[in-house]
């Protein structure tokens, strides 16, 4: 098993819409999570951190579930800007990415 | 101090040859990382330092793959022998431990080096 697995998309949906990304891992002592976004041919840049208690940061909604080793991000009203690939971040000592999920927003 | 920065941007190379990147971090950054990424995929954990002390180093692709940073300050990444199945981006990041919660452990990367086997 992968140490963070990411639905493989793509995700193509129309403007507007409402997308969820979903992520699990394998070491249940993993400490902090992460979202992280990457355009195309460009360096990943922190999204949001994902808290224990679930935090929102405008459209974006991300929840940590420690039980399920599961954290998902929610995109509300996607604008064409959000088309990018969403990486899921876990810290254990180091950090581990998944192989991320490439959002497509189409007019 | 502008970010973190990683030379040389491109690098061809034959088969066989070293090649070594370097990175420079955010300056009051104590944690540096190496990943390499190739299309389609999410960075792949290499190495990473806290200050002048490498952590973890099992992850290495090969024993053709070392990392240093010497001063606790820049790192350098060296291939040598290089293959073709090494063409990918080979990313850097930095992070503070110090940083408030909030910002601890996030990682500021640089734009990569991209290296290309023939």
């Known amino acids: 098993r992968k140490e963070v697995e990411q639905d493989p998309g793509p995700f193509n949906v129309p403007e507007g819409a409402t997308v969820a990304f979903n992520c699990t891992y394998s070491?249940?002592?993993?400490?902090?999570f992460f979202w992280y976004r990457q355009d195309c041919r460009k360096e990943p840049k922190l999204l949001m951190s994902v808290y224990s208690s679930g935090n929102e940061d405008g459209r974006f909604t991300a929840q940590l579930n420690r039980a399920s080793q599961y954290i998902s991000l929610l995109i509300r009203d996607s604008k064409l800007s959000d088309s990018a690939t969403y990486l899921c971040?876990?810290?254990?000592?180091?950090?581990?990415f998944g192989a991320g999920t490439r959002l497509t927003v189409k007019p | 101090d502008t970010g973190v920065s990683q030379n040389p941007r491109h690098k061809i190379t034959k088969r066989g040859q070293n090649v070594t990147f370097r990175c420079d971090p955010i300056s009051e950054h104590n944690r540096l990382y190496w990943y390499r990424q190739t299309l389609g995929q999410g960075p792949e954990f290499l190495t990473y330092?806290?200050?002048?002390?490498?952590?973890?180093k099992s992850r290495l692709l090969s024993d053709r793959f070392s990392a240093e940073r010497p001063k606790g300050s820049f790192s350098t990444l060296e291939i040598q022998r290089t293959e073709q199945g090494d063409s990918a981006m080979y990313l850097c990041?930095?992070?503070?431990?110090?940083?408030?919660?909030?910002?601890?452990?996030?990682?500021?990367f640089g734009a990569g080096s991209r290296l290309t086997v023939l």
């Open positions: 971040v876990v810290r254990d000592n180091d950090m581990r």
């Open positions: 990041a930095s992070s503070s431990l110090r940083a408030p919660y909030s910002g601890a452990n996030v990682l500021t």
């Open positions: 330092f806290q200050n002048e002390a490498q952590l973890e």
């Open positions: 070491n249940s002592a993993s400490q902090s």
